[in-house]
């Protein structure tokens, strides 16, 4: 016999031990039932996988599994479309999920399985509750769950599943922002990286129900914390599994367009389009257009964006969903094609952030606001593009368009310091280190009033740039003129790196 089967026989085992009046039932049917059903689920056969799961309830009302999966189909209903219906149900068949559990932990409170199922719906509720905006609900439901989960592994050593909570659990109590984590830490607990991946691990290969579910947080994590390979490596094996999944597929899509990979992520996008339509599937539809909108715009395709953003905007559930960052670049590619009257529209949608955790939404909402209220320049467009080819590796074509915006941008000391900045780092890029330096030394001549963060982050390349030429005293100069400034974009990381550099050049003359 299999390790496997022998941990699928116990776990059959623990979990039909607490069938109590359901009598006799084929546990092994269940079981199959239940792992076709989260394949169907993951395969994006919503209504396939509910009708699998609700045959799972009719042959084993008294046990947990079926209540457990129903209620993990609108999870992911309400997670896809935003649709209140199924946020409201899945709330509904969360409480029949807690009163099972409860009914075989009331006849046997050494039963892991029963722990594992409430421990799981107590940490899909409390991710519900956070996804609603109710943080301190969703602490007290996560820290039920991870209690139960942690009884359900004292119990079964061997069942591998319940490790996917306490992972899960573990790593995002880590990643808490800094305004909550006293929270986490009143309640006794402290994140773990390490040990959450460790678990979703364990989980993601050997686990039997949570298998899925742990590979793709797994995935995700690892790419979060830019262990590259590993990710992209679990994130194959989902996609492989389950074709159909464009969920999967548009992950990884933003995933290779965040490591400006951009052939990669529009072929990806394209595919996953493709499977929607060909499916008829209208979960997550949006998202597979604002991610082949944003691939477009990055390629400097506006036409194409512009498109698909306004798909994207038609196929929201809500227009709150929508955030300020596709808010400018849907506008942006609407303002470049000529409509600036549509672009001006979308500008103004945009809202204000207050949330310290949202630097970046923040800052596309003051782009929004300045967009709003000024018409986009001829060198600010070429700005836009030299910036665009300056991600996607191409410094020799982003370096023409910087310079042709310096020739456009005449004595507008915004324009000129953004163009200059581009022409600096398109050059840095290329190994021009001279030149580079010498239009450092240009633009920190400047006084740009509406980019102050132009002549801090110059100063930084200025600074790199005179340390790899062995001019360690202008070097010194530029890292100590950083501290100048104040009241700009990312002041604290561009303040980091100048004093670090400072101190290695202490020893050098």
Known sequence: MTRLTALLLLTLACIGSGAGASGTVDWTAVHSLTVRGIDQLYNMDIDGALATFERVTAMAPDDPRGHFFRSMVYFWRYNLQRDEASHERFFAL?????????????????????????????????????????????????????????EASRLDPGLHDAQMGLGLFRYLVAKTPRSFSWVFRILGFNGDIEGGLASLRLAAEQGIYA???????????????HRYDEAFHFMEELTRKYPDNTLFLLTEANWFRRLQRFDEALQVSRRAVEINKRVNLKYGEEFAYSTLAAVQYAMNDFQGARDNFAAYM??????????????????????????????????RMARPVDDKEKAFEATWFKNC?????????PAEQGIIRGNNELALKHYEAAQQLFEEAVQKAGSDPDQLAEALYGVQQSQDA???????????????????????????????????TEKKLGAYEEARRAFEAVDNYDDYEHQSSVETQAENELDSLKNMK
Not at 211 to 225: I, K
């Open 94 to 150: 969360a409480d029949t999920v807690i009163d099972v559990c409860e009914q075989v932990l009331d006849n046997d409170e050494t039963n892991a399985s029963a722990h594992f199922f409430l421990g799981g719906i107590y940490g899909y509720r409390g991710m519900a509750y956070q996804t609603a905006g109710s943080l301190l609900k969703a602490v007290y439901d996560g820290r039920k769950g991870y209690k139960n989960m942690e």
């Open 314 to 347: 038609n196929s929201v559930a809500s227009r709150d969903l929508v955030t300020n960052w596709i808010l400018y670049r849907y506008g942006v590619a609407k303002e470049i094609l000529g409509d600036r009257a549509g672009a001006v529209e979308l500008y």
């Open 369 to 377: 606001r300045d967009r709003a209220e000024r018409s986009m320049a």
């Open 430 to 464: 290329r190994g021009l280190n001279r030149e580079s330096a010498a239009t450092g030394n240009r633009i920190v001549q400047l006084s740009p009033v509406r980019e102050n963060w132009i002549i801090p982050h110059a100063l930084l390349k200025l600074g790199l």
């Open 211 to 225: 298998r899925t579910e742990a590979t793709f947080f797994l995935s995700q994590f690892l790419f979060n914390e």
